[in-house]
């Protein structure tokens, strides 16, 4: 944090925004407003409403529904409000916070409206989330969501449809099929393979359900160890396992590497996992069911299959859980290459709603993550690769024809040209030229006096200049100048041609 | 507020959002979008950049511009970090905060990245800001702002771009010429004033630009005993005075009142009313190069004009101020016609970025105010006129063949038409277009096995529905029947077919 050095009496503000909050500019915000855009237009046509809730909710309805509870500074930037005076004695005001996520705050609102909304209710929902943990590089505590959800649908066809239209999505923003995969699995069959192998207590079942999430990184043996006795980390800890004997940790390794050569492979390996489990049989057949669904509409396993390996941690899935995978890869901070990863994930909740009502709603979503998919797509060089293009600068010769400046800045606009009048102080012009270049001006119009005078006015093509700038020969200076002289009634059409020249 | 009748161990979250803050649905959310996309294109054919902060900075970098300062609960959403460990010793936490609005982060941002920045730096913001504020009918304690700001220009010729900026804007987002008009006054020039009368106190300087900010309400006489002794207010409350003698106080009053027939007019007016002023006169001046720019572009007095009335309380102004008032009536809540009234405004404020730097630097922007822009549009029928249209509803006669189904969504969308297959219990086929009723289907496709067999579909023209039902006669539904059987295979031409019929 930088610090004062002189201790003043009153000490200026630090102009830094807080520990773990950034600020974006101009192309990044335009890219992420477009790449959303996509998005909604997908999640539009799949007939999906638009949701925006406020950022702030009271405590009680966002509930303790946070992912990633192990980490230590887990939570919600959250405030009391001020006390009120209810008939004469003071009442305590509300727990207000940031929302965490998009699904807390739409049980709310289904909660809320649900005689008003349809239902099913399909609904999107796209905007920043705030999460009160340890900033750290890359790690901010506020980011973008972008979330679809369906709400009282029970059947599975409605996780069938949330998965192939994440597919869908992740093509319409420009991820090419081949680089991304979507997984699918199913919470119901993992609850029947610990019901098959007996284990009832749910603080051991989420130790499973938190131990087979780090497959990915610990592998089968690793998971293995962890499921029973423990292991030996990297650093040389020991960390304690859950406890289950081999013949309890068996069928959650079985089930966990399940997949096969293809989906009917892998149902079946599923079944035999969940041994006489009616829970665990009930979620076979529903990714059976959603196989199927997907078959029919051509989805095949390029694009969607089902993976026992995905579980993602989020205690509150009840059903089929999925995630889109972007399948590249890339070379991370410290030169080491992996694949890309998770930019999305969701799955079957049916118990959020029922938390305000009393009553179980179905309900199954995604959320992706905007600034992961965002990051992707400026890697495989989808966006933000050309220089961004700024405005036409019409420099000011003569400090009192401003007017005529602006006129033509305004002309300019008229004819759907980015165009702006240099407002600094105009004495130096090569401050003037240096600004235009600062703001990749395409071109640079000047008229001065004489110009005026005669009626004409010149078009600096900057992109050009900067080449010839770089490493023209005297021929091509002399065959190419980077400054023409048009009249002034051609002031757009000169404009255009050099624009159109610059492609 | 809703209570909970019965006392659980356990009560139910409500579900409701705090007090004053609430839900935008759908076409609430789609068409605060589509103006915002409107007012960007303004923004950026001007030259303007995206800036984008995070809703929370340090309260310290907010500072302490609060506008509406006379009102009890102002405030901001406020909290403190969690102490940190630093060199052993607990450090107390940063107090944050949510954004009031969009021009105190614009001037952190601009001392934080100063050096990087071109100057003058044209941005542009949108989105939500947030006042700890006593909610009310139709005050809520978030809402949207959409500013535009030009920081390091010194030039009065960027006070006057904004304005004019302002009235294309809002003419691009749909409000005719001659229903609105931009005013602008100059806060020199009263400052001016108030030299010339010889009032230097800091307090009275500000009782008087409160005093004269509601001119609007209370009238040239009502200024005028607020300005002096006090007067009674409509409720019989003796309201104090600012304490100016009537000798003070008239030119003050000729300031406000100060609007001729023409621009000419008002500005030898107010040339009269800053007597010796450097200040004032260097105002007037300032007025009187925006006005000629503004002529120069064409923007005439139907659009922008000098009107000293105009005052806006914000204290940190300290050049031109302006303010968008949309002119046309409409009928209050009580019942009372009133003009729609202001929805931007904005102003110079040449030291805000002062605060962080040490360094003066010129500034000016504007402010939308979006939600109530919105409400104008809708009052004019330029948005939400017509009844929104939802999406195609497949619905499901035959619950195993609901990949069919979902492939004829499937082609529909192919083809660019909203669509979506009935997810919930599809049992009462009753429901399913009861269903398609709600989300306002224009189309709902039926295929039952009957229809499967003989490879057609049955297209049912919901709006003509609607209208058959309410009112025709026999010979109407005979000679245009709401439902039709098309081919399997003209499912999207049949669909297209009826769109293009209800238009």
């Known amino acids: 944090m930088a610090k004062q050095k002189k201790q003043k009496k009153q000490p200026r503000p630090r102009a830094l925004p807080p520990k773990g909050f950034r600020d974006y500019f101009g192309a990044e915000v335009r890219e992420r407003e477009e790449m959303l855009g996509r998005i909604r237009d997908v999640y539009e046509l799949h007939g999906f409403e638009a949701l925006e809730t406020s950022a702030v909710e009271t405590v009680e309805a966002l509930g ?3 992912p990633d509870v192990d980490r230590p500074n887990a939570g919600v930037f959250a405030w009391q409000e001020a006390e009120e005076e209810a008939e004469g004695a003071p009442k305590p005001g509300d727990w207000l916070a940031l929302r965490y996520d998009m699904t807390a705050p739409l049980a709310r609102v289904y909660a809320q409206f649900r005689n008003d909304l349809p239902t099913p209710y399909r609904r999107y929902a ?15 505590r506020q980011f973008y969501q972008c979330d679809a959800d369906t709400v009282g649908a029970p059947s ?6 949330i998965c192939a239209m994440l597919a869908d999505t992740l093509e319409a923003v420009g991820i090419a099929r081949g680089d991304y995969i979507v997984r699918i699995n199913s919470r119901k069959v993992l609850n029947g393979v610990l019901d098959a192998v007996g284990v009832a207590d749910e603080a051991m079942r989420e130790g499973i359900l938190r131990t087979i999430d780090k497959f990915d990184k610990v592998g089968e043996e690793g998971v293995r160890e962890l499921l029973g006795k423990g292991r030996l ?3 040389g800890a020991f960390i304690d396992g859950v406890g289950l004997s081999p013949e309890q940790a068996e069928p959650v390794i079985a089930f966990l590497t399940a997949r096969g050569k293809d989906g009917a492979a892998t149902l079946a390996n599923l079944a035999a996992a969940v041994g006489g489990s009616a829970s665990g049989a009930e979620g076979v057949g529903e990714l059976e069911t959603i196989a199927t669904l997907l078959e029919a509409r051509g989805f095949g396993p ?16 009840t059903g089929p859980v999925f995630e889109a995978e972007l399948t590249f890869d890339i070379t991370d ?45 400026r890697m495989k060089g989808r966006i933000g690769g050309g220089a961004a293009r700024g405005p036409v600068v019409v420099t000011v010769m003569d400090r009192a024809r401003m007017g005529d400046y602006m006129t033509m800045a305004d002309e300019l606009r008229a004819a759907g040209i980015r165009a702006e009048v240099y407002l600094g102080n105009p004495r130096n012009f090569g401050n003037q030229l240096k600004y235009a270049d600062r703001r990749m001006a395409p071109v640079a119009v000047i008229q001065g006096e004489e110009e005026a005078a005669r009626g004409v006015v010149q078009l600096k093509d900057l992109v050009l200049g900067a080449k010839i700038a770089e490493s023209a ?24 041609a050099i624009l159109e020249r610059q492609g």
């Open 64 to 66: 303790k529904f946070l």
């Open 126 to 140: 796209m905007g920043p989330v705030w999460r009160n943990e340890k900033p750290g590089p890359g790690r901010f």
């Open 156 to 161: 599975v066809a409605a996780d069938a449809e």
């Open 233 to 235: 980390d990297a650093s």
């Open 302 to 317: 390029d694009r969607i299959v089902i993976d026992p390996s995905v579980v993602r941690g989020l205690g509150y899935y």
């Open 333 to 377: 901070e410290k030169g080491r290459v992996r694949r890309f990863g998770s930019v999305a994930g969701g799955g079957r909740y049916d118990d959020l709603v029922k938390r305000f009502t009393g009553q179980s709603v179905p309900a199954t979503g995604v959320s992706i993550g905007v600034d992961r998919l965002l990051a992707a797509l």
């Open 473 to 496: 020969s005297l021929e091509e200076w002399k065959a190419r100048p980077a400054q023409e002289e048009v009249a002034r009634e051609d002031l757009v059409a000169g404009v255009r």
